[in-house]
């Protein structure tokens, strides 16, 4: 018999409006997730350019521990093992945010202590000497500068952030690629569904690179 | 009391490096000291002693009446301190994220509490003194080294300070602009403004300076008027350096 593969057009454009109902839950996890994670990369960042080794370690330690482990198990982790501690069942949609959250948290720390780590120490020379406060000197001189070199990882987390999202269809959230799955166990038509769930990715990626270029340029702009 | 810098003692290490040994120092109200030495000596690490940014080990420092304890033990007189004393930085150290006229207003904003328009004020006034009251709304990076230096010391000008230090304000300039800034710090010492400088330039140091400070390893050698540092230097090393520098 022989094999003829045809890319059925039509079963793609079919899937789209079940496809596109799981961008929601993709984009909700993802920055949902990210502006925690952003939230957390601030306040562990600077933690772990203190001075102080007793309150560096439990930044270097957060760090260490999410950036080490696989992002699929911490998902597992929050939605399987830790109902089981806390007595309580945890929603696949709140796993999602709190593993995207904590797992980007950790690379936007180093991303944090990186950006402010590259701001000549004689800005802060000069605020102090101004008379600014150490937190006068860092708010209004040292992290507007850092932030704006912080733009491009930043960036680059968000996008690497959102495809980490498809691995939660593991737990249940209705995200693209659980509504992918979920569309072809009833059509059997894998190549084309994968084909548009890879092409939903890329639109909302592209989207994004494209307004990080833009706003790259013109945060460069004013320095 | 009319010293606004008095130094007893003092010493300052890096690690095992001992930078600044013994120094005693007083600088008067209106005074003009210029501090000489070669690179390593420790003169500008002598005069960022003077406003904190480095700690000493040992010994006596009061700035305008407000003692600084060894290892930075006195937070509150250093914070009186740093409003009071204005720095210069060879490197300019403006914030590029700000324009020129912000550069100048962040200070009295945030330390002084000043208005939007009592801050633009102070900052128009400055420029305009320092000769660059058209390039407000420029960013730093837009500037030449000289501009930018001017501009330096025109926000350090705005917190009103009771001294100024500078640590090699043109040694990061090119040629043709150390004139510009040379000038700009001619007129504020004769107004009487209370100057620390650390600086290669010796023909600005002979005619500003009011006393003349040599450093050596740590060590002030020799101290006196110009005149007599720069024509009759009575240490040994005082004379090799002058004639090093002097020499072309």
């Known amino acids: 018999m022989e094999f003829q593969f045809q890319f059925d057009w039509q079963a793609a454009i079919d899937s789209i409006p079940f496809l596109i109902e799981g961008i929601p839950y993709t984009l909700m996890i993802s920055f949902g997730g990210l502006i925690i994670g952003f939230g957390l990369g601030i306040f562990f960042g600077l933690l772990s350019i203190n001075k102080n080794w007793f309150l560096r370690w439990p930044a ?67 605020g102090l000497s101004l008379g600014l406060s150490r937190n006068q000197t860092f708010w209004s001189i040292v992290w507007p500068q850092a932030f704006r070199r912080m733009i491009p990882p930043l960036g680059n987390q968000a996008i690497v952030s959102i495809k980490d999202t498809s691995l939660f269809s593991v737990i249940g959230v209705g995200e693209l690629v659980r509504q992918g799955q979920i569309y072809i166990a009833n059509t059997f038509t894998a190549f084309e569904v994968y084909f548009v769930v890879a092409i939903l990715y890329l639109c909302i990626t592209l989207t994004l690179s494209i307004i990080l270029r833009f706003v790259e340029r013109r945060g460069l702009a004013s320095v | 009391m009319t010293d606004i810098v008095n130094m007893k003692g003092m010493n300052k290490y890096f690690g095992p490096l001992h930078v600044l040994k013994e120094i005693d120092l007083t600088v008067a109200k209106g005074e003009v000291v210029v501090v000489i030495g070669a690179s390593g000596s420790g003169k500008s690490t002598l005069i960022r002693c003077v406003n904190g940014l480095e700690e000493f080990e040992s010994g006596e420092l009061t700035v305008d009446g407000h003692p600084l304890a060894p290892r930075s033990g006195n937070p509150q007189s250093l914070a009186e301190i740093r409003k009071e004393v204005g720095m210069v930085f060879q490197q300019f150290n403006l914030f590029p994220h700000l324009t020129v006229k912000q550069n100048i207003m962040l200070a009295p904003k945030k330390v002084k509490d000043a208005s939007q328009s009592e801050a633009s004020e102070i900052a128009e006034r400055l420029l305009n003194r320092v000769g660059i009251g058209n390039q407000a709304d420029k960013y730093p990076t837009h500037l030449s080294g ?73 060590r002030i050698v020799e101290e006196g008027k110009p005149a007599d540092v720069f024509d009759n230097p009575q240490n040994e090393r005082t004379q090799a350096f002058l004639s090093r520098v002097l020499a072309h």
Not at chain 1, 78 to 101: K, N, Q
Not at chain 2, 177 to 199: H, P, S, W
């Open chain 1, 60 to 126: 270097t330690a957060y760090i260490e521990i999410f950036r080490g482990t696989p992002i699929l198990v911490q998902v597992l982790f929050i939605f399987y093992g830790l109902p089981d501690l806390i007595g309580a069942p945890i929603e696949p949609l709140t796993a999602g945010i709190a593993a995207i959250a904590l797992n980007s948290g950790a690379y936007i720390s180093e991303v944090v202590r990186g950006g402010v780590q590259s701001i000549d120490k004689g800005q802060t020379e000069a």
């Open chain 2, 146 to 218: 000289g501009q930018q230096q001017r501009v330096a010391i025109a926000r350090a000008l705005a917190m009103d300070p009771r001294l100024m230090l500078f640590d090699e304000p043109t040694s990061a300039l090119d040629p043709e602009m150390i004139g510009e800034v040379l000038d700009v710090m001619r007129e504020l010492a004769k107004e009487g403004m209370t100057m620390m400088v650390v600086t290669h330039e010796m023909g600005f140091a002979r005619e500003v300076a009011d006393r003349v400070i040599y450093i050596h390893e740590g």
